[in-house]
């Protein structure tokens, strides 16, 4: 389904989302086509999801830490990193995975933090079938179904992670992270050193650092938002606002009024529903 062209980074990009339900839970997709004047080049801002990116086009994806440049069909994992994207000819599929779907979909993914890893090293010859099926069609809907098909196929025969680590996780979120983890492992009924050890082997992130991640989620959008970063670090549970300088600075090497006008949030409105956080508790 397409929506109104987004203007990022100097590139004019008309965006796609799909126009159904997917078949998996925590699995988001949208798709991007336009071409820039000149070399866009894009900061991506850390997100409580692991992101994949299938590429039509030219966009080369550049770990700023490690040098490391994947061309193509990539993942960028959980976590601080400082990942870039370049390109001019932009016809992309981004899909957005929960870390609890990521486990299953992309196993080992859990591992690699907030880098780069080309999908072929997580789904082998697999990806090449996919790929020409993608990039045998130009329609949206049908790149969307492709994908929803190939996703659902390897969540289905994936492993799964504990119902403790899912129900911790859906926890945080929807605490927008503000839930200590003694809370945690007590509605769980783990010890603190066990729920720490499952949750950080199969999301990625201790809880502590994927509550600090998810805090950081919902401050950096209210700030894209237009509100004042006094006003964000007092309802996002900050302690001030240099504390919430520093975990922007952590997670994206941005202050908060660079993060406010990050172009890398300019689509979430358009291209991804805002995440569902409640009430903390």
């Given at each position: 389904?397409?929506?109104?062209?987004?203007?990022?980074?100097?590139?004019?990009?008309?965006?796609?989302?799909?126009?159904?339900?997917?078949?998996?839970?925590?699995?988001?997709?949208?798709?991007?086509?336009?071409?820039?004047?000149?070399?866009?080049?894009?900061?991506?801002?850390?997100?409580?999801?692991?992101?994949?990116?299938?590429?039509?086009?030219d966009v080369l994806l550049v770990d700023d830490a490690s040098g490391a440049?994947?061309?193509?069909?990539?993942?960028?994992?959980?976590?601080?990193?400082?990942?870039?994207?370049?390109?001019?000819?932009?016809?992309?599929?981004?899909?957005?995975?929960?870390?609890?779907?990521?486990?299953?979909?992309?196993?080992?993914?859990?591992?690699?933090?907030g880098t780069v890893v080309a999908l072929e090293e997580l789904w082998g010859s697999d990806t090449v079938r996919i790929q020409e099926r993608l990039h045998a069609t130009r329609s949206w809907d049908d790149r969307f179904a492709i994908a929803q098909t190939a996703l659902a196929r390897r969540y289905e025969a994936g492993r799964a992670v504990h119902p403790e680590v899912d129900y911790a996780w859906r926890r945080i979120v929807m605490s927008r992270g503000r839930i200590r983890v003694e809370r945690l492992a007590a509605e769980v009924g783990w010890s603190r050193k066990r729920l720490w050890s499952r949750f950080r082997a199969q999301i990625g992130l201790t809880p502590k650092r994927a509550a600090q991640l998810v805090?950081?989620?919902?401050?950096?959008?209210?700030?894209?938002?237009?509100?004042?970063?006094?006003?964000?670090?007092?309802?996002?549970?900050?302690?001030?606002?240099?504390?919430l300088h520093r975990d922007a600075m952590t997670f994206a090497g941005l202050t908060p009024t660079a993060l406010a006008v990050a172009p890398w949030l300019t689509v979430d409105p358009v291209a991804w529903a805002a995440p569902e956080y409640a009430p903390t508790a």
């Open positions: 389904m397409p929506v109104e062209p987004v203007r990022v980074a100097g590139a004019v990009l008309d965006i796609a989302v799909p126009a159904w339900s997917g078949r998996v839970a925590g699995v988001s997709m949208a798709g991007f086509r336009g071409r820039a004047n000149s070399l866009v080049d894009l900061q991506l801002v850390p997100y409580p999801a692991l992101m994949m990116f299938i590429d039509f086009g440049r994947t061309q193509g069909s990539g993942v960028v994992g959980l976590g601080p990193g400082s990942v870039r994207g370049y390109g001019r000819d932009v016809d992309l599929l981004q899909i957005r995975l929960s870390p609890v779907v990521a486990h299953a979909v992309l196993g080992t993914a859990s591992e690699f933090g805090r950081f989620d919902y401050a950096a959008h209210r700030l894209a938002g237009g509100h004042s970063a006094a006003l964000v670090s007092a309802e996002s549970g900050y302690v001030d606002q240099s504390h």
